[in-house]
Structures are given as C-alpha cells and as structure tokens.
C-alpha cells in the first residue's frame, strides 16, 4: 500500500515551482527533521523558487531547513537569495559547502555576496576561490559600490580583431572555461583594448572565412569601470544593450555587464523609490520581525505627526469660522484628501519621469505647465459637482460654491506641488522618491484647508 507521504513527494516532484500545498508537504519534512524527503521535494525545483522559499521562512525556521539542506545549497541558489538574508544564510553554512557554491559562482556574483558580508567572511569566501578568480574578484572590489566595476563580470569571450570566423569557432570548442552564458565575442586590440563585438547569432551564420570585423555589431558601446551602475541600466534599457564591454581608465577591457545584471539594477532602483514614495525603508523585508519593522518606520511616522501638526495649526486659526458654521469640520477632509490624491497622482508620474530620465530641465517647463492646467481642469470639474451638491443635498448654495472655489485652488497646489517638489529635491542633488511624498501631503493639507475655511471665513460669515 502507498504511503499517503510519497504520493505527496510525487505530486511535488512534479512540479517545478512551489505552490500552498508543496510548502505545507515541506514545511512537515523540516519539523520532523526529514533531510532524504527534503532534498527530494526540492529537487526539481528552480533555484530562484528555493530562494523564495527561503526568504519567506522565519529566522528559527530557516536555520532548521538550512541544517536539513546545506549540503543542497549551490551558487545558483546562494546567489539568488535576497542581500537582506544573504549573510545570515552564509554564516549558517558549513564551510566546505559555502567553498563549493563560491566556485560555482560567476566573478559578478561572488562581488555581490562580498558586498554585503563582514571582514571575515569576506576572506573565508576569497580563500575559497581559484587564485585568478581571486584576482578578479578582488579587482571589482576596488572599484567605487554601486559601480559598473562592481557589476561586471570578468569572465569575457575575446578574440583578435583580424580573426575569422573559422578560427573564433575552432577557439570556442577547444577553451573550457567559457561563461556558462554569453552573447558577443568582443574584439579587441593586442593592448586588450575592445573595438567591437560579434553576436553568436551571426557567428554561426557567416562563412568560415569572413573576417569578425566584416560582422561586427553596430551597437557596440563601451562602459566606464567608474560608471555608475544605475546610469548603466539606463544606457542598456535606452539602446536595448545585451551586453556591453567594461574598460578601464586607461580603455583596456576589465570585464563585460549581460543585461540580467543591468536589469536586475533597474529592478532594484524602481523598487527602491516605491518603498520611499511610501516612506518605507528600502531594506523592509516580510521575514523582518516586528520590533526590526517598526523602527524601520517610526521615523517617518514621526515626520508625518509634525507635519500633520502644521494643518492642525492652520485649522485652529480659524475656531470662530468652525463654532459659527459647524458643518464645515465635516466638509473640510473633502478638500484636502481629494488634493492629496491628485498630488499623490502627479507626484508618482513626475518621480517615475525623473528616474527613467523623461523629465529633464530641457522640457520641466512644458510638464509643469502641463499639471497647471491639469490640476485647474480637474479643479473646475470637481467645483462643479460639489457646487452642485451644495444646492441639492446640503441645500446650501453658497457652501458649494466655497467648496468648489477651494477646490480649485488645491488642486492646483496639488498637480504643481507634485512635479515640482520632486524636481527641487533632484536638483538638489536629494533623492525625489524619499521626501517628496512628505512635502507634498503637507503642502495640500495646509492648502485645502487654509483655502476652504479662508473663504468660508470671507464669504460666509
């Protein structure tokens, strides 16, 4: 008779990404300690899935699952594990499984594990690598963080400008330490300084005899080592780049950027400024615990109680306007959360503008002018409705007619405030996604409400 738990292992085993049900059967073989059934589980499972899995378990959870399966644990898998667990990962891993995952690494990497690890298990991981793999490792090491230098990886396929295709070919099958991937075979001069590059793709298609240079690729474009790596995602997105060769100060060939690598900086950046605009730290993670969270966002909360602060005191200059006609306490929120939505609207196009570098100061004049007269649209649109419902549901006209009137006004103060807080910040060198949501949010707050109850005080009373 089958056992109820190998049909389980089967339908798993099945499958080569993770569902509820594969995470309950695994959840089971790490509490009873079950090392056979687990590595069988996860077998044909994709690394990137078994990253996931990992990242998603509680800390005592992990370190049990890490006891049942280091000795599973490669470079595929210890490279795609988020940085913010990277390192309690990597101190749980006896030393000769860390060894072997290290070598099976690419040099770009072994950069990326180093960058977010102590001293010592920055040389523990260097003491395991090849001596030229070392040498490699260390060189991106010296380069500035967040630089092209640190993003690229060494291993590059180069051949003499002067060659032909039959000569490239025959190299290719007689070297075994080719990349597991890559896409060009740069050219380069005896000084090693790269000239061009040919796609595999027109390799294989060309004769034997037709010199590299014949096919090189018109997109060709080299990459500063000292680049940062943030202007390099922008340049392989802009001219659709596979890959693009890495020079050094003195234009010699250090190393190559793949677009999974320049992609996954782009991923990164876009995920960044939307954890900002939130006034969530970048480095917030759902295995983080609850005291770790909350310090991660009382600051912010603290930011927001002060400016929050500044509308209460805008508000109490006019006590005698909201004792004469109490209605407006229950009307004011109209206006400034619908203000603080049309800034909310404006601001996330201006911050996405200014990160993919649409918005510049060549053209900031024609976008603000273009959310001036948006927000005064909309202004108009929403005056109508409210003055209309002053007339037909409060029965009182001329409290529409403020209503709209102050509508307007922060509307306009919201659609403006959007783009051009952010573009105030950038220019001051301030990274937009942080601040801007705060100074926004304060701006139609004061405004909606130091507009509604200034015209309240003015015509109605």
Do not use: C
Request: no cysteine; charged share 25%.
């Amino acid at each position: 008779m089958t056992d109820p738990r190998d049909a389980e292992l089967e339908t798993s085993a099945d499958k080569s990404q993770l569902d509820d049900h594969d995470r309950e059967v695994i959840g089971r073989a790490i509490e009873e300690g079950n090392g056979p059934r687990l590595d069988a589980l996860l077998a044909p499972v994709h690394a990137a899935d078994i990253a996931d899995l990992i990242e998603q378990m509680t800390p005592q959870r992990r370190k049990q699952f890490l006891e049942l399966y280091s000795g599973e644990i490669d470079g595929d898998i210890l490279s795609e594990i988020d940085e913010s667990i990277r390192e309690e990962v990597v101190e749980q891993l006896p030393p000769e499984v860390l060894a072997e995952a290290v070598r099976e690494m690419d040099s770009d990497d072994v950069v990326d594990l180093l960058e977010d690890l102590e001293e010592p298990e920055q040389q523990a991981i260097l003491a395991a690598l090849d001596e030229s793999d070392r040498a490699a490792v260390e060189q991106s090491m010296t380069y500035p963080e967040y630089s092209a230098g640190r993003l690229m990886q060494s291993e590059v396929v180069t051949a003499p400008e002067h060659w032909t295709v039959g000569e490239t070919i025959d190299f290719l099958r007689q070297e075994d330490w080719l990349p597991d991937q890559f896409y060009h075979v740069v050219l380069v001069d005896p000084r090693r300084r790269p000239l061009g590059y040919v796609t595999l793709g027109k390799l294989l298609a060309s004769r034997r005899d037709t010199p590299l240079r014949d096919i090189a690729e018109d997109s060709f474009r080299t990459i500063s080592a000292r680049q940062d790596e943030g202007d390099v995602a922008f340049a392989f997105n802009k001219y659709h780049l596979i890959s693009a060769p890495v020079v050094d100060d003195h234009d010699r060939l250090v190393g190559i950027i793949t677009i999974d690598d320049a992609m996954a900086v782009l991923d990164e950046e876009h995920e960044e400024d939307f954890l900002r605009m939130a006034r969530v730290s970048d480095e917030s993670h759902v295995s983080d615990g609850p005291l770790q969270t909350a310090k991660q966002r009382l600051p912010w909360l603290v930011i927001n109680l002060f400016t929050a602060s500044l509308s209460a005191l805008v508000i109490s200059r006019f006590e005698a306007t909201l004792s004469a006609l109490v209605i407006l306490a229950a009307l004011m929120p109209i206006v400034a959360s619908t203000g603080g939505i049309a800034g909310t609207q404006s601001l996330a196009v201006a911050v996405r503008a200014l990160a993919t570098r649409e918005l510049t100061l060549s053209n900031a004049r024609r976008v603000v002018l273009r959310e001036l007269f948006a927000g005064l649209l909309n202004g108009l649109g929403l005056a109508v409705i409210l003055t209309l419902a002053g007339v037909f549901i409060l029965g009182q006209p001329m409290i529409g007619v403020v209503l709209g009137l102050a509508m307007i006004a922060n509307q306009i103060v919201a659609a403006m405030g959007g783009v051009l807080v952010p573009l105030t910040l950038n220019r001051m060198g301030l990274d937009p996604a942080l601040a801007s949501g705060t100074f926004v949010t304060t701006m139609t707050d004061m405004m909606g409400f130091f507009a509604f109850l200034g015209l309240a005080s003015w015509i109605l009373i």
